[in-house]
C-alpha cells in the first residue's frame, strides 16, 4: 500500500518516541499498524467500546461472525479454545484493569498466516478485534 502510493508515507505516525509501530487511521475506530523499519502493515484494528476518554468507536458493520457487540462466552462459541491468551491485567489509568486477550488462527487456506485477537474489557467484553501477522517478520 505504501509502495503503490495507495497511502503516502508521511500519513503514518510514531505514536510516541521509539516506537517499533506506525500508525495510520484509517476512518473513526479504524487504525492500521506498519512495522516501522520495513512499512510492512502487520495489524488491523477495530475499537468496538469507547473504553477511554480519547477512544473513538468503529461504527461501520462487520462481517460475519464477527458483531460489533460480543463476549468473550461468544467468542469462545464461535471459535473454540484460543490459540494463544493472556489473563486480565491492570494497566496505568486512565486504562485500569483490562480483561486481557485471547487470538485464535484464521482458516490457513483462505488466510495463510493471519489470526484474529480479541481484547476484552474487565467485563469479558470485546473491546477492540484485531487482525494480525502471525509471524510479523521482526520479532
Given at each position: 500500500?505504501?509502495?503503490s502510493g495507495?497511502?503516502?508515507?508521511?500519513?503514518?505516525?510514531?505514536?510516541?518516541?521509539?516506537?517499533?509501530?506506525?500508525?495510520?487511521?484509517?476512518?473513526?475506530?479504524?487504525?492500521?499498524?506498519?512495522?516501522?523499519?520495513?512499512?510492512?502493515?502487520?495489524?488491523?484494528?477495530?475499537?468496538?467500546?469507547?473504553?477511554?476518554?480519547?477512544?473513538?468507536?468503529?461504527?461501520?458493520?462487520?462481517?460475519?461472525?464477527?458483531?460489533?457487540?460480543?463476549?468473550?462466552?461468544?467468542?469462545?462459541?464461535l471459535f473454540?479454545?484460543?490459540?494463544?491468551?493472556?489473563?486480565?491485567?491492570?494497566?496505568?489509568?486512565?486504562?485500569?484493569?483490562?480483561?486481557?486477550?485471547?487470538?485464535?488462527?484464521?482458516?490457513?487456506?483462505?488466510?495463510?498466516?493471519?489470526?484474529?485477537?480479541?481484547?476484552?474489557?474487565?467485563?469479558?467484553?470485546?473491546?477492540?478485534?484485531?487482525?494480525?501477522?502471525?509471524?510479523?517478520?521482526?520479532?
Open positions: 500500500m505504501l509502495a495507495i497511502i503516502p508515507a508521511k500519513s503514518l505516525v510514531e505514536l510516541y518516541p521509539g516506537c517499533d509501530r506506525l500508525d495510520l487511521e484509517v476512518e473513526d475506530g479504524v487504525e492500521l499498524t506498519f512495522w516501522y523499519e520495513t512499512k510492512v502493515l502487520d495489524s488491523l484494528f477495530f475499537t468496538l467500546m469507547e473504553t477511554m476518554p480519547a477512544t473513538v468507536k468503529y461504527k461501520g458493520d462487520l462481517p460475519a461472525p464477527y458483531r460489533m457487540a460480543m463476549t468473550q462466552s461468544d467468542v469462545h462459541a473454540g479454545q484460543p490459540m494463544e491468551s493472556r489473563g486480565p491485567i491492570k494497566m496505568p489509568e486512565p486504562m485500569g484493569q483490562t480483561g486481557g486477550w485471547e487470538s485464535y488462527l484464521l482458516d490457513p487456506v483462505v488466510y495463510p498466516g493471519k489470526k484474529v485477537v480479541f481484547q476484552y474489557t474487565a467485563a469479558m467484553e470485546v473491546k477492540t478485534l484485531v487482525f494480525a501477522l502471525i509471524d510479523k517478520g521482526h520479532d
